[in-house]
């Protein structure tokens, strides 16, 4: 398995290859994709991004923890986590893409 | 939200572009992400989260319908995990 770690800067870099922009102008326009989507979530919306994937949110309910170092029980507050779910695509290309 | 509302979004905020344009900024992006996935490399987006490629080791399932063992193959599969920033964000706690 490759073992590169793709970074804004590449997404950037594909928007300006794709569409004659600066690369100023395709850095902001990522930054501006991965805001709206956070904006939403963060409203409690679901994004759902056909062939790609949807992410939500889950509301998690309070529970007592244990500190598995001391084995000491701590309060866990109600939180709200993201999760994602690839779409069948998507799950298709990286089976596909990463078959040993 | 879905993705021509994301793209309706953001072509409002650029009205020097052409809403086709936004249309192939948006699916370059989710397409650059998908093809590193596929590759078997990482993305990684500070303070939103990263992308990466688990191995799910070969089990033996089951057909649901009719009980029968079937031989499930190792495979990949992607997995997301939130950044601080916007699990933050999530619970009220903007960023300091």
Redesign the interface.
């Known amino acids: ?8 800067m ?2 950037s870099e ?2 300006f ?3 004659g922009l600066s690369r100023n102008e ?1 850095a902001q ?2 930054e ?3 805001r ?3 904006d ?3 409203r409690g ?9 949807t ?1 939500s ?1 889950r509301a998690k309910s309070a529970r007592v923890g244990r500190n598995p170092k001391t084995g000491e029980e701590v309060p866990i507050d109600p ?6 779910r ?1 779409s069948h695509l ?2 298709e ?8 | ?3 021509s509302e ?1 793209i309706q ?2 072509a409002d ?2 009205p020097h ?1 052409f809403q086709r ?1 936004v249309e ?3 699916n ?7 093809g ?14 990263a ?1 990466s ?1 688990k ?1 799910r080791d070969a089990r033996v399932g089951r057909n649901p319908r009719t009980g029968e063992a079937v031989d499930v193959e ?5 997995f ?1 995990k ?1 950044g601080k920033l ?2 933050d ?3 009220g706690r903007q960023q300091g």
């Open positions: 398995m490759a073992d590169n770690t793709v970074t804004r590449d997404l594909a928007v290859r794709e569409v395709s326009l990522v501006s994709v991965l709206h989507i956070s939403a979530l963060v919306e679901t994004v759902k991004i056909s062939s790609f994937g992410f949110v939180r709200r986590v993201l999760s994602f690839p998507m799950k290309r990286v089976a596909a893409g990463n078959r040993s | 939200m879905i993705r994301l979004k953001i905020e650029n572009l344009d192939r900024i948006v370059a992006i989710f397409e650059e992400i998908t590193a996935l596929a590759r078997g490399d990482r993305v990684e987006l500070r303070g939103f989260g992308f490629v191995r190792e495979k990949a599969v992607p997301f939130t916007l699990r964000r999530l619970n």
